[in-house]
């Protein structure tokens, strides 16, 4: 293996739990007791409303504070919520949680992603808002990476396989030299596989998961497993998963 491309959303920054979980969780643990399927749909549709409201010298702080304004503004609008106070102050309060969270987990990483940068290129890849770039500096991990590729910046979405195609012009490498990791099965190991890359499913929390793993090439449920991981896949022919997780 020479590449190894992680997902960002779900993967780089929150270690294998979606963003719509994580977002109510910090709305829960602040005392706003919003019902999960309403939360849902209200996350939904901001996410719908982020697409080209950002600059790409946007960071991470102001991103997730414009994600959670979308959602309050749905919450209010669509299903008739109320809350304690001002919307632009809990804005404030729930962006600054889930910032601090981030932030945590990528330094809980950074020793493993710089391990892995002497050894491999390292690529993130994401359905973004054409800010990515800038997120990474901000968590100070984007000098470990040699390839960022943004949605928003390239006009193609994943599980589009012209996604990955391009993916792969990018890093000039043949699909089996390259390890895809991410957290949707659906998005990062269904398409990155089909088109001969090595995957490593991050099986975290997520609102539904798939029956059949068999496009995985290992399963792990942190990224603290990816070093072991990839050292076993290139030591073997015929990868099985570490964890106990697989069926």
């Not at 749909?41 to 102001?62: C, H, I, P, S």
């Not at 030299?177 to 957290?183: A, P, T, V």
């Not at 089909?194 to 290992?218: H, N, Q, V």
């Not at 497993?225 to 990868?239: F, N, R």
Request: aromatic share 12%; with cysteine.
């Amino acid at each position: 293996m020479k590449a190894i491309i992680f997902d960002f959303g779900g993967t780089l920054d929150t270690d294998g739990t979606h963003w719509g979980i994580k977002f109510h969780e910090v709305y829960l643990s602040s005392g706003i007791m919003i019902p999960e399927k309403v939360f849902r749909n209200a996350y939904v549709l901001a996410e719908r409303d982020m697409a080209g409201k950002l600059k790409k010298n946007t960071g991470l702080l102001e991103t997730l504070n414009k994600q959670i304004s979308f959602q309050l503004k749905h919450l209010v609008n669509d299903y008739n919520c109320r809350f304690y106070d001002d919307l632009p102050q809990i804005a404030d309060d729930l962006s600054w949680k889930c910032y601090s969270e981030v932030k945590n987990n990528t330094g809980y990483i950074y020793n493993t992603l710089l391990n892995l940068s002497k050894k491999y290129t390292l690529g993130v890849i994401s359905n973004f808002y054409g800010n990515l770039i800038q997120v990474l500096k901000d968590l100070g991990i984007y000098e470990l990476f040699s390839l960022v590729m943004d949605s928003e910046l390239i006009g193609i979405r994943k599980p589009d396989r012209e996604f990955y195609h391009e993916m792969l012009g990018k890093t000039a490498l043949k699909p089996e030299e390259l390890i895809m990791i991410g957290d949707s099965y659906d998005n990062d190991i269904v398409p990155s596989k089909s088109l001969g890359c090595r995957t490593i499913w991050l099986k975290g929390r997520a609102w539904k998961y798939p029956e059949d793993y068999s496009m995985a090439d290992f399963i792990i449920g942190s990224l603290s497993e990816v070093e072991s991981a990839v050292e076993i896949m290139e030591k073997m022919t015929s990868p099985k998963s570490l964890s106990p997780y697989a069926k």
